[in-house]
């Protein structure tokens, strides 16, 4: 099938800081993905649920040249909706981008865990009111240079994700993120620091940097 037949819904393509994750602080390329099917409390992409342009995969790649970096996130909203993705990834990889994927961990990730792809899975907290939604499987096909991030509102989201880091014992990286202007920083480093978790804890960067703007 060609590229041009393939289409994919798009709400952003942009060049910044990565901002979350053991990546943060290095500039990537950005490929945001409209539609999701979650609804968390904390979302700060909301503009991601419905807005967005449909382009083929050789405008996407035509597009992202505009900058010579090799690092790439595919983000959304939620990617993995949308069938053309893997074609997209595909593409990608030929042309020797490097790809992370971030997504809710909602959906099975057995067929992205076959690719040469970095996944940066959510595993939704109490807090976020998404929790029961989770498709807990995932855990266990993530790979070593893969992130499992728990986004924690308080003390109640660090204890959940303590016990199912106990119970699933994961195998990639483990990401602890405060929700933005919610959550003490400084607090939830307290608390990996006195259990010995071993845990990279992340303060969205970007956010930091230029505050909540899209594009960023």
């Not at 595993?123 to 986004?151: Q, T, W, Y």
């Not at 880091?165 to 959550?183: A, S």
Request: hydrophobic share 35%.
């Amino acid at each position: 099938m060609s590229m041009k037949n393939i289409k994919l819904t798009i709400n952003e393509i942009f060049y910044s800081i990565q901002g979350e994750g053991s990546d943060a602080g290095l500039p990537t390329i950005f490929i945001r993905l409209t539609g999701c099917n979650l609804r968390c409390t904390y979302c700060d992409t909301q503009y991601a649920f419905y807005e967005g342009e449909e382009k083929d995969i050789e405008e996407i790649l035509r597009e992202i040249r505009e900058w010579e970096c090799k690092r790439l996130c595919i983000t959304g909203g939620e990617p993995l909706l949308q069938k053309g993705i893997y074609e997209l990834i595909d593409a990608l990889l030929k042309r020797e981008y490097e790809i992370s994927v971030e997504t809710n961990g909602s959906i099975s990730i057995e067929k992205l865990a076959k690719m040469s792809v970095v996944i940066k899975m959510d595993v939704k907290l109490p807090s976020s009111g998404m929790h029961k939604k989770m498709h807990m499987k995932n855990i266990n096909l993530l790979r070593s240079d893969d992130e499992l991030k728990f986004v924690i509102g308080d003390r109640a989201d660090y204890e959940y994700a303590k016990e199912i880091l106990k119970e699933y014992k994961p195998r990639c990286k483990i990401i602890m993120q405060p929700v933005w202007k919610k959550m003490d920083a400084s607090k939830l480093a307290e608390w990996i620091l006195e259990d010995g978790i071993d845990a990279r804890l992340s303060l969205q960067l970007h956010k930091i940097l230029w505050g909540e703007r899209k594009g960023r």
